[in-house]
């Protein structure tokens, strides 16, 4: 999974980089919304809703991969003239490589370990949900058609490099339909959040979020169908 979501990131970049120079942009602000998707509080939910439990835990695995090249990649872009050193200061990258290692490795977690961890996870898909929406009513649309193209360059790029990802590793079943449907995912919030960190043009890059969702009401509902037949 994580190879492939390697692929689909590594090739957005070059796609969203050639686009972003021609129209004479600034990189840091309009290139991370073409590459990171929103994989955890939207992907996950409707992933749970259309797949079940087995796509649900395809899409975690697609979901902490993006997290991690995010974190790494994605601070990079953002940061990579003023502290390149920057990303092996965060726990989230070593968190989401510990989650994945010990998922690997098959440990067994203490019962009650387990337990309280599972509760958490059970109450962060509603989490999740309240907080893209409560985000994205604070966003206001700016630079509309710019915002428009670069968020659905994110949908529709994703979701071409999902299929080609599907048929090189010939993947199949529920494994196949969550690699899409991540990968056709709008701008991930994150954006914003990291933007704002770095000093960037985070209003901008909120627009774009916004406008790659409003986007996603039309596309998410054609893919799903498509892929639930």
């Known amino acids: 999974m994580f190879i492939s979501v390697c692929i689909i990131i590594g090739v957005s970049s070059i796609i969203g980089y050639l686009t972003v120079k021609k129209l004479n ?61 920057e990303i092996f200061k965060l726990p989230l990258v070593y968190s989401a490589v510990a989650g994945v290692v010990l998922s690997v490795s098959e ?19 509603p989490t999740m949900i309240f907080a893209l929406g409560y985000k994205l009513s604070e966003v206001r649309l ?33 494994a196949a339909k969550v690699v899409i449907l991540q990968s056709a995912m709008p701008p991930a919030i994150f954006n914003f959040v990291l933007a704002e960190k770095y000093k960037q043009d985070s209003k901008t ?3 774009i979020i916004l406008a790659g969702t409003i986007l996603s009401i039309i ?11």
């Open 205 to 207: 890059v909120a627009s």
């Open 107 to 125: 440990v067994e977690i203490p019962t009650a370990l387990f337990r309280a961890v599972d509760l958490l996870g059970e109450a962060s898909i």
């Open 219 to 229: 596309t998410t509902p054609i893919i799903l169908s498509f892929l639930m037949k």
């Open 142 to 174: 700016t630079h509309v058609g710019r915002s428009f193209l670069i968020g659905g360059m994110r949908i529709l790029v994703g979701v071409m490099l999902g299929i080609f990802v599907v048929w090189v590793f010939k993947l199949d079943g529920v």
């Open 25 to 85: 942009l600034p990189i840091k602000v309009y290139l991370p919304p073409i590459l990171f998707a929103n994989t955890g509080n939207m992907g996950l939910p409707l992933i749970l809703f259309a797949f079940g439990e087995t796509g649900f835990y395809v899409g975690i695995l697609y979901m902490v991969s993006t997290t991690i090249l995010h974190y790494t990649i994605g601070i990079m872009i953002l940061n990579y003239d003023k502290s390149p050193l």
